[in-house]
């Protein structure tokens, strides 16, 4: 089944600074990724996603950006603030009944992100 | 519109124990999902019901079961809770699957086994 690797586990930057968080994936027929972030306590949420027929998206302060080949998908934040600070999320999705997530979206581990003031 | 409504929000239970936890959606969504989020191991799907009247394992479904009761609500049912099930219970939905759509999660439910 499908295998999502994401790092770091933890980022520290500081206030203004750029972060990048990375994940690798394995199944080649994956074609949608998105990202969610989850603030401390609450729930997850969608916050940018990228499919196969791009290379790269942006909104705002985020871009995702996407290498089939390599098989792997990154998050950017630009500029960031201590709104910022979350855990993030990356998933791939899979052939349904591959195992992992079984309809089809499997997560990674998360990035702990820490914006410094 | 609550989106996606989910209760407990904190349970404790002993060894042995049954709840069910419940989960309800206003958005009209055909898919409805049950993970777990232990620390260190991400969203782990339990089970899935991508249509009312069918409902199918995720990764980790031993130990629990689900029913899809009507189209805007989605159970999870320990029938003999173990301590490795301490875990928060999040219920999600999307209108069309996960693998090609946004999810809507709920709040979470925090569940402590002793």
């Known amino acids: 089944g499908e295998n999502v690797e994401q790092h770091p586990s933890t980022l520290s930057v500081q206030e203004g600074d750029s972060a990048v968080i990375k994940c690798t994936y394995s199944?080649?027929?994956?074609?949608?990724f998105p990202w969610y972030k989850q603030e401390l306590g609450k729930r997850p949420q969608l916050i940018i996603d990228?499919?196969?027929?791009?290379g790269e998206k942006k909104d705002q302060r985020i871009a995702v950006t996407l290498n089939k080949t390599a098989k792997h998908f990154s998050l950017h934040i630009t500029e960031t603030q201590p709104e910022d600070s979350a855990v993030y999320f990356c998933?791939?999705?899979?052939?349904?009944?591959?195992?992992?997530?079984?309809?089809?979206?499997?997560f990674g581990k998360g990035t702990h992100l820490i914006i410094q003031p | 519109n609550a989106g996606v409504t989910q209760t407990p929000k904190f349970q404790v239970l002993k060894t042995g124990q049954s709840m069910t936890l419940q989960c309800a959606q206003d958005m009209n969504h055909n898919s409805m999902y049950w993970y777990r989020q232990d620390p260190g191991m991400g969203l782990r799907l339990i089970y899935y019901s991508a249509s009312e009247g069918t409902t199918d394992k995720g990764e980790v479904p031993n130990g629990y079961n689900v029913s899809r009761l009507n189209k805007r609500e989605f159970s999870l049912r320990l029938e003999s809770a173990a301590p490795s099930q301490t875990s928060v219970y999040f219920c999600a939905s999307s209108e069309v699957r996960a693998n090609t759509g946004e999810l809507f999660f709920g709040e979470g439910s925090r569940l402590t086994v002793l």
């Open positions: 998933a791939a999705s899979s052939r349904s009944g591959s195992g992992g997530g079984a309809d089809g979206l499997t």
């Open positions: 199944d080649s027929a994956s074609n949608y």
């Open positions: 990228i499919r196969s027929n791009v």
